[in-house]
């Protein structure tokens, strides 16, 4: 019996010296939601319909995580109120990069497009990336597709 007790006090000590310890994601990758975020926009011309959302991550030499959303809204225009799609995207990546400023990481680099941006960040180990595109599609229907990245370097113990 006192060798059961003895192997299981050596491996205790031996395993934990021969794995990687991970870093856990970024307090932005584990909160980010793309449709809490449009919700605090509050724009009354977009009605949810849908929101789908995936995810996944490998543990490697580096942790490589990724998350995907997809949300279809209902754009509901009457006379004299019109979705400005331009002016809704302008105003969601300002949004986002105050949720990213707001969770104490770095914004590293940006860029967009009429109908997309994407905001790169950093913190300590970890590299992210924000990707949303935009489209309206069948006429009353506005979808947003986001992927949120993010690597981390694990160290060896």
Partial sequence: MRRIYLCV?????VLPGCSRQWEPSTVLYRSFSLQSIIE??????LESVTGDYGGSESKE???RRR??????YRIKER????????KFIHELRAEVEKAI?????????SGSSNDTFSIDY???AHRGWVDIVAARVEGNQFKLWGVMREN???EKK
């Fill in 9 to 13: 006090v050596v491996i205790s000590f």
């Fill in 61 to 63: 030499e580096t942790v």
């Fill in 122 to 124: 950093s913190e300590k």
């Fill in 67 to 72: 998350r995907d959303f997809n949300l279809t």
């Fill in 40 to 45: 605090r926009m509050n724009v009354p011309e």
């Fill in 101 to 109: 400023r707001e969770s104490n990481v770095r914004i590293d680099g």
């Fill in 152 to 154: 981390t370097e694990s």
């Fill in 79 to 86: 006379e004299g109120v019109k979705f400005d799609q331009a």
